[in-house]
């Protein structure tokens, strides 16, 4: 993938969102030049969160006696309040999802 192919999928998943912010339920536009299907689109936002989650889960496991469990619970909140369309999306779409997975 070149910069260019990622920056467009970038401005693809984050338009997606911006138009989700009022109904996450919502079925998702696919833009077709960047994404071939909708499980192609749902993957990749399922990979922006948990590119999200294992860093920031990595960085608080370094400076915690917590074990893994509690450390990904406490930052998965965490993270849901920060990028809240980003999860309800996924969580309102987790039938779609699970079928492309």
Do not use: C, K
Request: glycine share 0%.
């Amino acid at each position: 993938m070149s910069w260019s192919d990622f920056y467009r999928r970038r401005d693809a998943i984050d338009a997606v969102l911006h138009d989700a912010r009022h109904d996450p339920s919502a079925p998702l536009i696919v833009d077709p030049d960047v994404f071939e299907s909708l499980d192609e689109l749902l993957l990749a936002l399922r990979h922006r969160w948990n590119q999200r989650l294992d860093g920031r889960v990595a960085v608080e496991l370094i400076d915690t006696d917590d074990d893994y469990e509690t450390v990904v619970a406490r930052v998965t909140r965490r993270l849901s309040v920060e990028d809240p369309t980003l999860r309800a999306v996924l969580d309102a779409h987790v039938t779609e999802l699970a079928r492309s997975a």
